[in-house]
């Protein structure tokens, strides 16, 4: 088999498919050898008829004034201004992909701002080329949608400077509207599905395509009958009265924006000085945020002295104050020694518990003192068991020698 496979040689041979026609199809039916009369396109190769690298010319409207089916409206003044400001002019010239890729098949060079009569509707047109060359499936399946629907359609890519959202675009009461405004044209995609703007379509050609604008003017009127037909150059001539007219609508739109771009050098003006004065006024700020900083760290480092001494000071104060306290206890011993019966006193200093009765006696309250104090008092002045016993000769029971029922026998010896 390998040595089958060495004996072949591969062929690389160019062929063109054509769309037969219905009687085409009805004499090849009947008639074998029809096909050997059939002319047959040559399939086109990288170079044109011209000796150039083989183009694909395209003249597109990408854009239109209003609402589309995606929810997306724009404003025709705003449009004007982009066409104005020279869209797609090189060195910006706009990119030309398939289905929003963003892979370059081609550039849009020149645009217009013009009426598309078949929209009825204002709208951008844009003159493009695909490197058919590079690009030759995509060339050739275009000039075939071309040939079955006599157009292409077409999708821009854009990012509007603002959004605005509202549910009263007139028209489309109560459904969201997203109008975008200043938008900022990057692509216009051919497509293989329909786009959002149904007028959003492009015309394409190997041969010299002359811009449409020169067909449909941005001074054209819409063709009221409503018809889908582009119009004629004599359809959209205007009378001598109705291009002075507009010419005069033309001069004070001039005299309208000379006076905003004056109005805007002024405003410009206005905020650079402003800036300057702001930008003043922040570094005095920041010189004062400086020395604020420099106070405050000072402020800290006094605080952190000031505490540290305060904690010394409350220190000292509560020796201070427990040394008091010793004293005041001392002296309310003495007082409190003072008031009780000689004989305990006398009976103090030789009990085995005198330092817990001292600190007892220092550290009672008065209330404490008062209920010690009568118990002493109750003690020493009892009744006098021994003058009774040698008057009448035996002492009473009901208090014997181990009968301490007040707790006093330990402080009398």
Request: hydrophobic share 40%; charged share 30%.
């Amino acid at each position: 088999m390998d040595i089958l496979q060495d004996t072949f040689r591969q062929l690389l041979i160019r062929a063109t498919v054509k769309e037969a026609a219905e009687t085409e199809i009805e004499e090849l039916v009947n008639n074998p050898k029809f096909i050997e009369s059939c002319e047959m396109e040559e399939a086109a190769g990288p170079i044109g008829k011209d000796g150039k690298p083989r183009m694909l010319l395209l003249s597109a409207w990408i854009v239109h004034v209003g609402r589309n089916l995606n929810g997306q409206a724009f404003i025709k003044e705003e449009l004007e201004n982009r066409v104005r400001e020279g869209l797609f002019a090189p060195p910006h010239a706009g990119m030309i992909d398939y289905d929003h890729d963003f892979t370059p098949r081609g550039f849009w060079y020149t645009t217009d701002f013009a009426y598309d009569t078949q929209a009825g509707e204002w709208g951008i047109l844009a003159n493009g080329a695909v490197w058919a060359w590079r690009f030759s499936e995509l060339a050739d399946s275009i000039l075939a949608e071309m040939q079955r629907n006599g157009y292409i359609p077409v999708s821009m890519a854009a990012l509007p400077e603002s959004v605005e959202y509202t549910t009263s675009y007139p028209g489309f009461e109560g459904k969201a509207t997203e109008v975008l405004h200043n938008p900022v044209f990057f692509t216009t995609s051919l497509l293989d599905i329909s786009p959002a703007d149904p007028a959003a379509r492009a015309e394409a050609s190997e041969e010299f395509m002359p811009n449409v604008a020169n067909q449909v003017t941005d001074l054209a009127i819409a063709n009221q009958s409503g018809s889908s037909e582009i119009q004629s150059q004599e359809d959209i001539i205007m009378d001598e009265k109705e291009l002075e007219v507009l010419r005069q609508e033309r001069d004070d739109a001039l005299d309208k924006a000379s006076k905003i771009e004056q109005e805007f050098t002024d405003y410009k003006k206005e905020i650079e000085e402003a800036q300057a004065e702001s930008d003043k006024t922040i570094q005095e700020l920041r010189t004062v945020v400086a020395e604020y900083e420099v106070a405050l760290k000072s402020l800290s480092e006094a605080k952190e002295a000031l505490e540290a001494e305060l904690e010394t000071v409350k220190q000292e104060l509560a020796a201070l104050q427990a040394a008091m306290e010793d004293i005041e206890k001392d002296n309310r011993l003495k007082a409190r020694l003072a008031e009780l019966p000689e004989i305990v006193v006398e009976n103090l200093d030789a009990h085995p518990e005198k330092d817990a009765l001292i600190k007892k006696f220092r550290d009672a309250s008065d209330e404490e003192w008062e209920i010690i104090k009568n118990s002493f008092d109750l003690a020493s002045t009892g009744p006098n068991y021994s003058g009774r016993s040698a008057a009448q000769g035996v002492l009473p029971r009901g208090q014997g020698a181990d009968d301490d029922r007040f707790g006093l026998r330990k402080y009398i010896k």
